[in-house]
T-cell receptor
Framework: AQSVTQLGSHVSVSEGALVLLRCNYS??????LFWYVQYPNQGLQLLLK??????LVKGINGFEAEFKKSETSFHLTKPSAHMSDAAEYFC???????????FGKGTTLSVSS | DTAVSQTPKYLVTQMGNDKSIKCEQN?????MYWYKQDSKKFLKIMFS???????INETVPNRFSPKSPDKAHLNLHINSLELGDSAVYFC??????????????FGEGSWLTVV
């Protein structure tokens, strides 16, 4: 069965610092992986996705993620955090049938000045 | 134009009441979903419809009944509301088309509080 594990429920960084949000997956088939962001009281917005093309995926707002099969990881990074990046971040994998997303428990990113 | 819109955004109601949340998408997608986000922000699929046919029906109480009058609409009706039903309900849509890499687009959420 497909699943994702997000390591660290809460990550705090200073403005301008590197952001690293960790996601490991488990999948019985080649995975399709996604990162979504949720700002307070809002819906989920797609940041980026991996669909078996390039292993380094660039997304919106300066975020990128690297698919590493050997480590079963899909960590999200941003070189320099901005105050506006403070939000909840979700890693997700498509289920085996490809018909729905299975989400991790989320990571809250706090950015301090 | 909002791609996936759901109403109402906020709903406060008493235990035992029946309520509905409506969802519409204007993306031309063939698949729609309901997800539930609990108080710990955990997101879980509840239902999915593809071309008006139910394709995913997770273990949810039968007090929850989805209805899809057409491909662009998926409504969620909840009977006999309980305190534990308080959550954020997200509608979403995608183009299934046998392409598992297709993006699922989410609405803004409906915050349901049962008192």
């Amino acid at each position: 069965a497909q699943s994702v594990t997000q390591l660290g429920s809460h990550v705090s960084v200073s403005e301008g610092a590197l952001v690293l949000l960790r996601c490991n997956y488990s999948s019985s088939v080649p995975p399709y992986l996604f990162w979504y962001v949720q700002y307070p009281n809002q819906g989920l917005q797609l940041l980026l996705k991996y669909t078996s093309a390039a292993t380094l995926v660039k997304g919106i707002n300066g975020f990128e993620a690297e698919f590493k099969k050997s480590e079963t990881s899909f960590h999200l990074t941003k070189p320099s955090a901005h105050m506006s990046d403070a939000a909840e971040y979700f890693c997700a994998v498509k289920n085996q049938a490809g018909t729905a997303l299975i989400f991790g428990k989320g990571t809250t990113l706090s950015v301090s000045s | 134009d909002t791609a996936v819109s759901q109403t109402p955004k906020y709903l406060v109601t008493q235990m035992g009441n029946d309520k509905s949340i409506k969802c519409e998408q204007n993306l031309g997608h063939d698949t729609m979903y309901w997800y539930k986000q609990d108080s710990k922000k955990f997101l879980k699929i509840m239902f999915s419809y593809n071309n008006k046919e139910l394709i995913i029906n997770e273990t949810v109480p039968n007090r929850f009944s989805p209805k899809s009058p057409d491909k662009a609409h998926l409504n969620l009706h909840i009977n006999s509301l309980e305190l534990g039903d308080s959550a954020v309900y997200f509608c979403a849509s995608s183009l299934l088309d046998s392409l598992p890499g297709n993006t699922i687009y989410f609405g803004e959420g409906s915050w349901l509080t049962v008192v």
